[in-house]
T-cell receptor
Framework: DGGITQSPKYLFRKEGQNVTLSCEQN?????MYWYRQDPGQGLRLIYY???????QKGDIAEGYSVSREKKESFPLTVTSAQKNPTAFYLC?????????????FGEGSRLTVL | GESVGLHLPTLSVQEGDNSIINCAYS??????FIWYKQESGKGPQFIID?????DKRQGQRVTVLLNKTVKHLSLQIAATQPGDSAVYFC???????????FGSGTQLTVLP
């Protein structure tokens, strides 16, 4: 089945450690996105990529990094510079441009910093 | 320490009643709008979308209304069911934007 796969679903990290969240899509979508969701809040954009080997910062990129070496993959690294990394992370993809169709989401990865 | 989250707006309705969830947007250039449903611990799911050249669009049990004059969007759910309990988000895009901007969401609770 076509869709977006995020892993791991749950992740625990010690303070000072980097962690990488995986996102893979088989929808042949050009654009991919990472959002952060905190309890009781909406989605905030971290990074997005419209094409392979290119990506742009979103509203809250500080402390995060991404890569887009393949069309189907858009991993997110939460670095030790991110001051409050505990959150629910959502990956999404879409056809281009965004207003020709919907954004498809993965099931999310919940990161907890101990 | 952990930040304190804001409380989502909430809406409680009796099973079988109609629900109306509202959303205000700020960007006059937005020309595409989507409603998403998010169940606890899961990713958002597409419900319905509407373009700015329309003011109403209907789906199965759902209707989206767009009022561009006051920059207001609403989602109407007919005969609300327990499975409709979730957080509902509106999102907008337009102009040169290459991304969706999400609202803060509304928690819908369906009472038996």
């Amino acid at each position: 089945d076509g869709g977006i796969t995020q892993s791991p679903k749950y992740l625990f990290r010690k303070e000072g450690q980097n962690v990488t969240l995986s996102c893979e899509q088989n929808l042949n979508h050009d654009a991919m996105y990472w959002y952060r969701q905190d309890p009781g809040q909406g989605l905030r954009l971290i990074y997005y990529s419209q094409i392979v080997n290119d990506f742009q910062k979103g509203d809250i990129a500080e402390g995060y990094s991404v890569s887009r070496e393949k069309k189907e993959s858009f991993p997110l690294t939460v670095t030790s510079a991110q001051k409050n990394p505990t959150a629910f992370y959502l990956c999404a993809s879409s056809r281009q441009p965004i207003n020709t169709g919907e954004l498809f989401f993965g099931e999310g990865s919940r990161l907890t910093v101990l | 320490g952990e930040s304190v989250g804001l409380h989502l707006p909430t809406l409680s309705v009796q099973e079988g009643d109609n629900s109306i969830i509202n959303c205000a947007y700020s960007n006059s250039a937005s020309d595409y709008f989507i409603w998403y449903k998010q169940e606890s611990g899961k990713g958002p799911q597409f419900i319905i979308d509407i373009r700015s050249n329309m003011d109403k669009r209907q789906g199965q049990r759902v209707t989206v209304l767009l009022n561009k004059t006051v920059k207001h969007l609403s989602l109407q759910i007919a005969a609300t069911q327990p499975g409709d309990s979730a957080v509902y988000f509106c999102a907008e895009a337009g102009g040169s934007a290459r991304q969706l901007t999400f609202g803060s969401g509304t928690q819908l609770t369906v009472l038996p």
